[in-house]
Structures are given as C-alpha cells and as structure tokens.
C-alpha cells in the first residue's frame, strides 16, 4: 500500500529526474563543443579529454575514500551566503546548525548512517537550502550501499546549484553503481566541461 509520504517521494522523484534530463540536455550541447575539439587529438577515451580533475578522476573510478577526502578539504565553500531561510532565523535554527555540526563530525569520521541521521534532521526542517549537505548525505548513502537515494540527493544538489560540477559528478558515480553507465559518462562529461568552463573564467 502506497502511503502519502511515499506518494510525495514518488513524484519527487519524477519532479527531479525531468529537471535532470532538461539539464543534460542543454548541458550536453556545451559538453559536445567541448568533446569535438579533445577528439581532434585522437584519444578514444572522450571523459579523460576534456581533463577531469582528481574529484572527476575519483569519481570515475568510484573511489568513495577520495571523493570524501575531497569534500572534507572543500567543506562548506561551494554553499552560497544565501543558504538559510527567512524562516530560520527562529530559536529552532541553532538546534538545525547543531545537528549540521554533529553530521558533520559523523561525515568526517565516517559514520556515516550517523550522518545520514543528522542530515536528516538538517534537511526535513526546511530551514537550511544546502546543496554541500545533500551532497555529503549522498556519499554517505554510496557508502551505505544504497545509490538510488544517492542519485536522488545529487540530484537534489544539482536543483539548488545548477552550475556545481560536484553534483554532476556524484549522480555519475550513482548511475554507475545502478549499471547505468551512458547516463554516468554524461554526467561525468558535464562536470568536467563545467569545471573547464570555471577555469577558462578564472
């Protein structure tokens, strides 16, 4: 019997993966300008050309220890000032950054169904938009074996910042870890064209 919680997930879900697909689609035609001319060289393999970086590499090879040695030396840096809700600043909101905290010191120790927990708490309140929480709470469901909520939170992570190669890259390993390897290699192609773009910007 399907409650209305689950319900709610359900089309969640289907929400999420048609902004997913609208994404790679306009993503796709950047990432193929980009693929034309590392081609020219000669190298079959198309990810390896256009430079992944070593969180792009770690990825690929799904290499669950340096990706969350990476985002551990990254923290929260990629989040915008603006992540807390008007509605936060209540007496609630130093309970949520308390629990941020305490998934935080799990993520590090790499405890992490206790982080999940915690940013668990962190998420259903509603009252912090972060896409650096959905993400780690995305490796800590890789870890826990369970890549199909991992996608769904990368996912979510790639909604709140849509130009954040991190994203791209942990729905990579996701899809990877569902045997969905064409999507994975877009995914990963997408990344590391944004992460190229950043650069060219700097």
């Known amino acids: ?12 879900a289907i929400v999420l993966y048609l902004k997913y697909t609208t994404a790679r689609a306009r993503h796709n035609a ?6 034309m001319m ?7 393999n198309s990810t390896e050309q256009i430079a992944l970086s070593l969180l ?3 990825c690929m090879r799904m290499d669950l220890i340096t ?27 130093q309970n949520i950054l308390n629990a941020r905290k305490h998934g935080d010191l799990a993520f590090q120790d790499k405890d992490f169904g206790m982080a999940i ?8 309140s509603h009252l912090i938009d972060s896409p650096t929480v959905y993400a780690r709470r995305s490796l ?6 369970l890549p199909d909520r991992a996608l769904l ?22 899809l990877i870890k569902l045997e969905m390897k064409a999507d994975a290699t877009d995914m990963l192609e997408e990344g590391a064209s944004l992460e190229n773009m950043r650069r060219n910007f700097r």
């Open 30 to 35: 950047q990432a193929s300008s980009h693929l």
């Open 140 to 145: 800590a469901y890789l870890y826990c074996g």
């Open 153 to 174: 939170d990368a996912m979510k992570a790639h909604c709140l910042k849509n130009d954040w190669p991190t994203a791209f890259y942990l729905q990579a390993v996701a």
């Open 56 to 58: 792009g590499k770690a």
């Open 38 to 44: 590392a081609t020219s060289g000669g190298n079959e």
């Open 1 to 12: 019997m399907i409650t209305f919680r689950h319900f709610n997930s359900i089309m969640e």
């Open 67 to 93: 990706i969350h040695d990476i985002m551990m030396a990254v923290q929260y840096d990629d989040d915008s000032v603006g992540e807390l809700s008007f509605r936060g600043w209540t007496i609630n909101m």
């Open 117 to 124: 927990l915690w940013y668990n708490r962190v998420i259903d």
